[in-house]
């Protein structure tokens, strides 16, 4: 059974920073495309960054030059390192895997206030 599972979420302040991870088991997920979206309150979900299966990074404009995703070697861990969050960031955080099939985590909070 394929699960991804996030953390590292939580309350800053507006300019903090913020370091989400997200765990696949249950399958390999190498060279499979991997990536983080996020959904606010009354909003749909969005794509905040990805990795294709070629291993490139796509960025939503909104978060280019704040955010950087990282794979660690297994490439079955990805990272979302956001710096200078603003509070428009706050939502719940997604990640997704695909193979075959679309597989989401169950979502981690990221609120960015004073």
């Known amino acids: 059974q394929v699960q991804l599972v996030e953390s590292g979420g939580g309350l800053v302040q507006p300019g903090g920073s913020l370091r989400l991870s997200c765990a696949a088991s249950g399958s390999s997920f190498r060279g499979c495309p991997m990536g983080w979206f996020r959904q606010a309150p009354g909003k749909q979900r969005e794509l905040v960054a990805t990795?294709?299966?070629?291993?490139?990074?796509s960025y939503t404009d909104s978060v280019k030059g704040r955010f950087a995703i990282s794979r660690d070697n297994t490439q079955d861990t990805i990272y979302l390192q956001m710096n200078s969050l603003k509070p428009e960031d706050t939502a719940v955080y997604y990640c997704?895997?695909?193979?075959?099939?679309?597989?989401w985590g169950q979502g981690t909070q990221v609120t960015v206030s004073s």
């Open positions: 997704w895997a695909y193979k075959i099939l679309n597989y």
């Open positions: 990795f294709s299966s070629g291993g490139s990074t």
